[in-house]
């Protein structure tokens, strides 16, 4: 199983990025997948997740109102929406695929499958 995340970088605050994350080897339908983040020096932070059907999602609080996760199961693509982009949002962007179809888990390590990531800075 490989993942390709896509769609980062350099955005002013404020703006929209929408990040893809393609899924090859298995379909998409198999897993849930996660959104992550992590800024220079902290510590990977969950940003959003949804189940394999797409129909069940989870958001951080902190990026709640402001970005959205979707899936497209038939494109095995997984999507971060972000609108009204802040400076600290800037950080490197990675998706995650889960065995357990039905988890929103926050945790990384509830996490199988990591793509590279991608970047996403915003500037002030």
């Known amino acids: 199983v490989q993942l390709q995340a896509s769609g980062g970088g350099l955005v002013q605050a404020g703006g929209s990025l929408r990040l893809s994350c393609a899924i090859s080897g298995r379909p998409l339908s198999s897993y849930s997948m996660g959104w992550f983040r992590q800024a220079p020096g902290k510590e990977r932070e969950f940003v959003a997740a949804?189940?394999?059907?797409?129909?069940?999602?989870s958001v951080a609080d902190i990026v709640k109102g402001r970005f959205a996760i979707s899936r497209d199961n038939a494109r095995n693509t997984v999507y971060l929406e972000m609108h009204s982009l802040k400076p600290e949002d800037t950080a490197i962007y990675y998706c995650?695929?889960?065995?357990?179809?039905?988890?929103?888990?926050?945790?990384?390590?509830?996490?199988?499958?990591w793509g590279q990531g991608t970047q996403v800075t915003v500037s002030s």
């Open positions: 995650a695929a889960s065995t357990h179809p039905y988890t929103r888990s926050p945790s990384p390590s509830d996490y199988d499958y």
């Open positions: 949804n189940v394999w059907s797409g129909t069940m999602t």
